[in-house]
């Protein structure tokens, strides 16, 4: 039965309920209008703390303005599905294993959640009289998700940067539907983080340059999926065994204590994803890496990405077990991956990594790998 055009109370109780039931457990409901921190953002890009993200600057002004994306919209649902799930118990501790963060151990949730929103509009169509015009997103678009899901009373906006709701945590993802429809506006929660700064402590890198202000270019995730070049030296030390993302700030927030485990199928670990052997996965190449994580997050990372992030990982752990495959890899055909197997290989210091870097060196053509091998070979002889 269709709701009556004139009563958007009970058409948005409706867009709730069947949300809930398409495995959206947070559901709120904002006008189209500028997110609340648009100064903000707009002033973190200028510091330059977005880092190597051009896209973020290339779209500012849609950001802005939803308006301008969406010139058409009225209305934007905000909606959030649980994937928390805890790590396995077969792991354990002394393992040379990689860590990944937790959204990408199954499968691709723009996927997942896209289909369900598609879903969900066109649910709505059928109980609405009117003519709907819907567009979804699922981190895909230029949108200030968390700002306009914080106005729909999802949750606020803590000091870790993640949208915390006060029974759900951070441990979910966020989509967006924009609909040419007037419906029942929820009212923004306060913010709760109160003198609670765990987050910002427990961050390896020190990426906080203070409460509610991420320094993208000291960030653990932006490090090992997002930026393209070489790790900073500095910063290789301190990413630990991390190969895909961080979940570091979010472990230590309280309102994470009690996290419910996830109801989605697509998102409970895959084999080999929650914590992978970090020595096979340097041997993979192109075709292997593209089939091992098909529907995976991971392929953001793209193969060279991530074989540097399992260099920095292998080298971070100064397992000598390693040595031979990073021997190996040091013939990678990508400059990128020999860059940090060379520092890897320095970290371990052993005789026959030392040996295995002289000998590259005598053979090597890109300069930049040259000087990471000239670096390596003399932290080890010092």
């Known amino acids: 039965m269709k709701a009556e055009k004139t009563d958007p109370i009970s058409l948005s109780a ?32 200028r510091k330059g703390l977005g880092g190597e993200m051009g896209y973020l600057n290339r779209t500012e002004e849609v950001r802005r303005d939803p308006k301008k994306l969406v010139p058409w919209a009225i209305s934007v649902i905000s909606v959030g599905m649980n994937y928390y799930t805890p790590m396995p118990r077969n792991v354990q501790e002394n393992e040379i294993k990689g860590c990944i963060s937790r959204y990408a151990w199954g499968d691709d949730y723009h996927n997942v ?26 981190d895909s678009g230029p949108v200030l998700e968390r700002d306009i899901a914080g106005v729909a009373g999802i949750g606020w906006i803590g000091k870790n940067t993640h949208l915390i709701s006060p029974r759900r945590g951070s ?28 987050c910002l402590k427990a961050c390896p890198t020190g990426a906080f340059v203070g409460p509610y202000v991420l320094d993208a270019r000291r960030c653990i995730s932006y490090l090992t999926i997002e930026l393209k070049g070489a790790i900073p030296r500095h910063l290789r030390p301190l990413i630990g065994n991390h190969i895909f993302g961080c979940d570091i700030c979010q472990e230590v927030c309280p309102y994470n204590a009690k996290a419910a485990l996830t109801n989605e199928a697509a998102f409970l ?39 540097r992030n399992v ?50 060196l005598q053979r090597e053509s890109d300069p930049e790998v040259k000087e990471e091998i000239e670096a390596a070979v003399k932290q080890i002889v010092e």
């Open 311 to 360: 260099a920095v990982a292998l080298g971070n752990l100064k397992n000598p077990q390693a040595v031979p495959a990073l021997v190996q890899a040091l013939q990678d055909h990508d400059p990128l991956v020999r860059r940090h197997v060379g520092w890897a290989l320095g970290e371990l210091g052993t005789t026959e990594a030392l040996a295995a870097l002289a000998n590259r």
């Open 171 to 198: 441990w979910f993802f966020l989509g967006e539907l924009f609909l040419n429809l007037e419906l029942a506006y929820d009212r923004p929660i306060r913010d709760r983080c109160g003198r609670c700064d765990l």
């Open 14 to 45: 409706l867009i709730k309920e069947q949300a809930q039931q398409l495995g959206f457990g947070l559901v709120g409901i904002s006008p189209v209008e500028s997110p609340r921190h648009v100064e903000s953002f707009s002033q973190w890009l």
């Open 113 to 138: 959640m896209l289909e369900r929103l598609e879903r969900l509009l066109e649910t709505i169509r059928g109980l609405s009289p009117e003519s709907i015009q819907g567009k979804a997103f699922v």
């Open 269 to 307: 670990p895959r084999e080999g994803l929650y914590a992978p052997d970090l020595i096979p996965l340097l041997s993979i190449n192109e075709e292997e890496f593209r089939r091992r994580f098909r529907g995976s997050p991971v392929l953001r990372a793209k193969r060279r990405g991530f074989l």
